[in-house]
């Protein structure tokens, strides 16, 4: 029994007309395209709980092949996995941990964003209607009440932007605490502090622990990169739209990369671009 591998192309991207107001959609999706990346489509009726065990055994947080159950992805995998390649290649390409937190946190990070946009513009999307659910559960199970939730939700609407980077901060410095620690006492210390971040009841919404399994397996050292990642994170933090530093540092620059087949990653000098007029529905 074998895989299909198939191009982005081969596949039905469920759900993409509800990203068509989402301005960073089709850069991504250009960029995941340019990249070459495959899918391994399973035999029919291997389920997709075969999938999902082998995407999360075999997984690589920068790049590799995802293991689907049917030749179909949805918008927001499309926009994740992109994110993914887009940071690794500005970084330099080499998977230290801090490139795969930074990386992961990121994409994960992004997909709160699109909660923030589509449940004000595509509030019936198969996204809003499969995702929301799935984070309230994981906020009832830390102690969050429903009300508490949707004025949550009403508040990540209303700045979609600053959802992302408040989150996306919580992710990556939760992740570099968790990774330092050897013992339950210790990591139950690490989320003790966090606890009182908006988004804290969401963390376990974005299980952690495969982050650090996986960098615990497969991470490189270099410390030139954890430098350029720590120089990349302090932009992100400085910068005042994070979505547009996004999109213009990183997506943006992949697409001038793929043009021209070169490579740039960051470094530590690398500035701030200035905050250009932006409308909330293009970003």
């Known amino acids: 029994m074998t895989f299909r591998s198939l191009a982005l192309t081969d596949l039905i991207i469920d ?38 065990f082998l995407n999360l055994t075999f997984w690589g947080a920068d790049g590799g092949s995802e293991v689907l159950a049917e030749p179909a992805i949805t918008a927001d995998e499309v926009s994740h996995m992109a994110l993914h390649h887009v940071v690794h290649r500005a ?12 990386a992961e946190s990121i994409a994960s990070a992004f997909d709160l964003y699109l909660v923030g946009r589509l449940l004000r513009n595509r509030p019936e999307s198969d996204f809003i209607e499969s995702q929301v659910p799935i984070m309230a559960e994981a906020a009832e199970d830390a102690g969050m009440d429903e009300d508490a939730f949707e004025a949550l939700l009403l508040e990540v609407v209303e700045a979609p932007e600053q959802a992302f980077e408040e989150l996306r901060q919580l992710l990556f410095d939760t992740c570099r605490d968790l990774a330092a620690c050897t013992t339950p006492e210790g990591a139950q210390g690490v989320l003790s502090r966090r606890s009182g971040h908006r988004f804290a009841p969401l963390l ?13 397996a497969y991470a490189l050292a270099d410390e030139a990169t954890d430098q350029a990642v720590l120089a990349a994170d302090a932009q992100l933090r400085a910068a005042p739209d994070a979505i547009e530093w996004l999109a213009t540092r990183f997506v943006s620059a992949e697409r001038s990369r793929s043009a021209s087949s070169l490579l740039e990653p960051v470094t530590g000098e690398a ?5 250009r007029a932006t409308n909330q529905g293009t970003s």
């Open 204 to 216: 376990h919404h974005y299980q952690l622990s495969n982050w650090l399994l996986h960098t615990r």
């Open 15 to 52: 759900d993409e007309p509800s990203f068509a107001h989402v301005g960073l959609y089709a850069p991504l999706k250009a960029a995941l395209l340019a990249s070459g990346r495959r899918f391994l489509v399973l035999p029919e009726d291997s389920g997709r709980d075969r999938a999902l």
């Open 271 to 275: 500035r701030v671009p200035e905050r």
């Open 91 to 102: 970084l330099g390409g080499k998977a230290t941990a801090l490139v795969s937190f930074f």
